[in-house]
């Protein structure tokens, strides 16, 4: 925890915040923090700040914040994944929201495990619960948007396309295919990003097949395949250093 | 598990192994294979090739194994890891084998919890298993070189100088400092690179020094704070990329 996050509204009109759970065992057992000490703190969906701890114990901690610095800005990047085991998801979750992506789109494919759509952790408050953790993590507290789609083919078909529309480089990870991301996204600098990644075994060739109509370039990296947990932060450093770099000849 | 490992020794003179461990779990179970079938197969530091079943039961399998592929080159990266709490660790080591480091060195360092050095995970036969794992993922046979290094200053002034001269690059990660990994590293194409990570909390000052000494730059990740588990794979992706790209101007 790198940041501690408060909702807007536990704060009071006179700017404190009173803290039981474990952001209060936080402050005592990480922090080790006395009263009149300073920690760094963040309202969710809005401004960085500081509170001053007024007063701690073991049952609470009072917070007197002020909150106006902006949070880091988002990285221009959203990220479309066929649905993964409930604990990969978690992990990726958090990876996903310390890394600063905008939005997540969790989908069905023809090698997802049905069974993983009725976990508890797709629950709207465990799914936030975990990107709160990342932004905690990464120091941020503006949530992704997150959606879950059960049926591949209603998001191809009628969500993707606008969704591709607004984004100038389209990516989907795919081991048949020469083409590095380097090579498939050449000219990224600046520009909005949208990167599918496919379920262990891959996406199937008609999958494959509707995201390539929606402008959607295959991509590989490399013979070595990586489990989930690590091709999403590879993918997203890569995306954002080539995002950081002079367009590639 | 993307190929099945075998060590030499359980290889008989007219190349059959008989498997009765995970490896038949996964024949079994996740292949669903038959017998008859042909599974991907390799020598552990050795070579890649397919083994075909003789005979399947519940109780074992017999392969008769031909290995006669190269395993995928090593990505020409050496990794310092401040060393992390013993669950990070095992996934960090199947991260960075998976994606094929040649060698890692798990040191301490002064915001390094010194219990983590008494975990049952350093046991050698452990550290390999997670080693292994990875492998299995990549699709690799070769074990990263691996040495655990409990006191920081023999590594960095006894070790680290033969390592740091073998290696072009050599970077270690700090936020502070507003160098990206681009601009600390622009020409690393084809070069062997060092990488140095910290632990939770970042390295201290008198370790950021000696590292210098050393010919290792500091850079920064940017103002977002990721877990090992995220900046390893991270890091990891963008050497690879830039060790792909034409130099930086």
Same mark, same amino acid.
């Given at each position: ?42 309202? @969710? ?6 509170? %001053?701890? =007024?007063? #701690?114990?073991?049952?609470? +901690?009072?917070? /007197? &914040? ?81 959606? @879950? ?6 998001? %191809?078909? =009628?969500? #993707?396309?606008?969704?591709? +529309?607004?984004? /100038? &480089? ?80």
């Amino acid at each position: 925890m790198n940041i501690i996050l408060i909702d807007p509204e536990e704060v009071s009109a006179t700017n404190t915040v009173t803290l039981h759970d474990r952001r209060l065992g936080h402050i005592r057992k990480v922090l080790r923090s006395n009263t009149g000490d300073t920690v760094r703190i963040g309202l @969710v969906n809005g401004m960085i700040g500081t509170g %001053v701890i =007024d007063e #701690l114990s073991r049952d609470r +901690a009072i917070l /007197h &914040i002020k909150a106006d610095t902006p949070p880091p800005a988002k990285k221009p990047i959203d990220l479309i994944l066929a649905l993964p085991r409930p604990i990969m998801l978690k992990r990726i979750l958090a990876q996903a929201a310390s890394f600063g992506v905008a939005r997540i789109f969790l989908i069905n494919a023809n090698r997802v495990e049905k069974s993983f759509f009725n976990a508890t952790l797709l629950a709207p408050d465990n799914l936030t619960d975990c990107l709160r953790q990342g932004l905690e993590q990464g120091v941020d507290t503006i949530l992704p948007e997150l959606s @879950v789609h059960p049926r591949f083919r209603p998001f %191809v078909e =009628d969500l #993707l396309p606008p969704i591709a +529309a607004s984004c /100038h &480089i389209r990516l989907v990870a795919h081991p048949d295919t020469d083409l590095h991301l380097d090579q498939a996204a050449p000219q990224m600098a600046g520009k909005r990003s949208l990167l599918a990644i496919g379920p262990e075994g891959g996406w199937v060739d008609f999958e494959i097949e509707r995201f390539r109509e929606q402008g959607l370039i295959p991509f590989t990296l490399g013979p070595r395949i990586l489990r989930m947990d690590t091709a999403v932060p590879a993918l997203l450093a890569q995306i954002d250093l080539l995002g950081r770099l002079p367009a590639q000849p």
